[in-house]
């Protein structure tokens, strides 16, 4: 049994399948069945049962997955204490960060950053919320960026700064020379809408509730994978939608979509920093204090 092996396994309980946590491992999907063929027969037992489609743990499998996890932690704080008796801060930093905060916070953060630590070399990687929380949580990313908490997750998250949401519509909309609108009042009007696993589509989804609309009853005209190609949307005169007020600012400006003057709005919502349960790596911690600092 040897940590390649631990790694492997769980990576497959998490990704849920060999193919998935092959992607995520980066090796290829044979690799991954010897892997965990090793590990069984180091242990002298099936550790999960392979179905059609699914893997799911057998009972040594559930009584090994939380060691395997506290192991594979305690190696790398390891070596994260290792690599701080250099006193250095140098090597990878992989961030995935959501859609808003990936295109619009974080580039213009990098140069501060870099500046600071010119030994660190960074990677930005651009998920939706949930997508964030499944590269930290598999060890994919080490530090991550996201506008909501995704409940449940096995990671630390910390609020370190804010994003305002704009409610926007058609320049040619009668909303857009409306005074006050009532949220209540647009529960007929055709809504455009990022995709599932957003977190700006979570605070929105959370936003509307709050004023009584029910967002699984909404006309929902389209969903889209990101804040510019809602705003080109409602730039074509498809509907109304909840974006950041970051990712509308210059179609604004343009005149290109109109922002609705609505009750409540804009809406201010947290950006979060997102850590693993275990020691972050010290260029993550680093990035981590840097934006504390930044934000203040």
């Known amino acids: 049994m040897n940590v390649v092996q631990l790694r492997t396994f769980v990576t ?42 699914r893997v799911d743990l057998t009972e040594a ?5 939380p060691h395997a ?15 701080s008796l250099s006193g250095n801060v140098s090597g990878r930093l992989v961030i995935s960060a959501s859609t808003t905060p990936g295109d619009y916070v974080v580039p213009r953060l990098l140069g501060g950053f870099t500046a600071e630590y010119p030994e660190v070399s960074v990677c930005i990687e651009v998920h939706d919320t949930s997508e964030v929380v499944d590269a930290i949580e598999a060890g994919r990313a080490h530090l991550g960026i996201s506008g909501a908490v995704m409940k449940g997750a096995r990671v630390k998250s910390e609020q370190f700064g804010t994003d305002d949401l704009a409610l926007i519509c058609p320049p040619t909309s009668p909303l857009a020379a409306r005074a ?3 949220l209540s009042s647009l529960s007929e009007e055709p809504w455009v809408q990022r995709e599932q696993g957003s977190g700006t ?30 705003v080109s949307a409602v730039e074509g005169g498809l509907g109304v ?38 020691t972050p790596t010290r260029a993550a911690e680093a990035f981590r204090a840097y934006l504390m600092r930044e934000s203040r």
């Open 201 to 230: 589509r979570q605070v929105a989804e959370s936003v509307l509730a709050g004023s009584g609309i029910d967002p699984q009853e909404l006309r929902v005209v389209v969903e889209l994978g990101s804040g510019e190609a809602v």
């Open 241 to 278: 939608a909840i974006v950041s007020r970051r990712v509308a600012e210059k179609a604004i400006a343009l005149g290109a979509v109109a922002q609705v003057d609505a009750v409540g709005f804009p809406v201010e919502r947290p950006l979060y920093v997102v850590l693993p349960k275990g």
């Open 12 to 53: 497959v309980v998490e990704r849920g399948s060999f193919s998935d946590a092959a992607k995520a491992l980066e090796i290829s999907q044979p690799a991954v069945t010897m892997q965990i063929q090793s590990l069984e027969s180091a242990l002298g037992t099936t550790l999960l049962d392979r179905r059609y489609r």
């Open 69 to 83: 996890r506290a192991i594979l932690e305690q190696l790398d704080g390891a070596r994260n204490e290792i690599a």
């Open 180 to 182: 006050k609108v009532a």
């Open 61 to 65: 499998g559930r009584t090994l997955l």
